[in-house]
């Protein structure tokens, strides 16, 4: 497999606009987290998917921010309207069961909001 | 709310010598815990991963232990080389938060060759 697969690597955009986040789990894993990370705050888990449901979207900071999982091999993470403090590294991971198995992490997406 | 602490938050060792990296969280009713490494714009690469039943989990030259009741793991690098200069995070999945692993702020680690 290779591996949890996010798209685009780099985005920048500009304030105001529309952003789609994509990622791609390993395939067989049933649940699906967007973590953002942030030099002040590190790590933070902003949603995660178990079987394609929304589980806990508690660390989702507003509502522009929105995800989704129509399928069990695509998920995205869209931020409408963008603002520069949006601007973070975004983490898709994935897992079999996360009780009892490792958490696997994609290369990211830089977003850039100017 | 669960904490998870890791100091020093940088570390420097000359090539050979043993790294010790240390992490703490506050709640002990944990699922499991696991390691990880951040290279410098790259995503992060699972290391370990100790259940909360385990006291250790090896692989190579790395060691990872768990001490739940003082809310400690410990991970030990071997014969530490500058390829294993990096950031390297814990994480843990408590049980009162379902499946969501709480990060610690990481132990960023040069090794001077």
């Known amino acids: 497999d290779a591996g949890v697969i996010q798209s685009p690597r780099h985005e920048v955009t500009e304030m105001g606009q529309e952003v789609t986040l994509r990622c791609k789990p390993i395939s067989g894993h049933d649940y699906l987290f967007w973590y953002r990370q942030t030099m002040m705050r590190g790590l933070e888990l902003l949603i995660y998917?178990?079987?394609?449901?929304?589980?806990?979207d508690s660390g989702m900071p507003e509502d522009r921010f929105s995800a989704k999982m129509p399928n069990a091999s695509f998920s995205t993470l869209k931020i409408q309207p963008s603002e520069p403090r949006d601007s973070a590294v975004y983490f898709c991971?994935?897992?079999?069961?996360?009780?009892?198995?490792?958490?696997?992490f994609g290369q990211g997406t830089r977003l850039t909001v100017v | 709310k669960q904490e998870v602490t890791q100091i020093p938050a940088a570390l420097s060792v000359p090539e050979g010598e043993n790294l010790v990296l240390n992490c703490s969280f506050t709640?002990?009713?944990?699922?499991?815990l696991q390691w990880f490494r951040q290279d410098p714009g790259k995503g992060l690469t699972s290391l370990l991963l100790i259940q909360s039943s385990q006291r250790e989990q090896t692989s190579g030259r790395l060691n990872a232990s768990l001490d739940k009741s003082s809310g400690r793991s410990t991970l030990y690098i071997a014969a530490s080389q500058p390829g294993d200069s990096a950031t390297y995070l814990c994480a843990v999945r408590i049980k009162a938060a379902g499946n969501k692993l709480t990060f610690g702020g990481g132990t960023r680690v040069l090794v001077k060759p």
């Open positions: 709640d002990s009713a944990i699922y499991n």
């Open positions: 991971a994935s897992s079999f069961n996360p009780g009892i198995t490792e958490a696997f």
């Open positions: 998917f178990n079987n394609n449901v929304p589980i806990d």
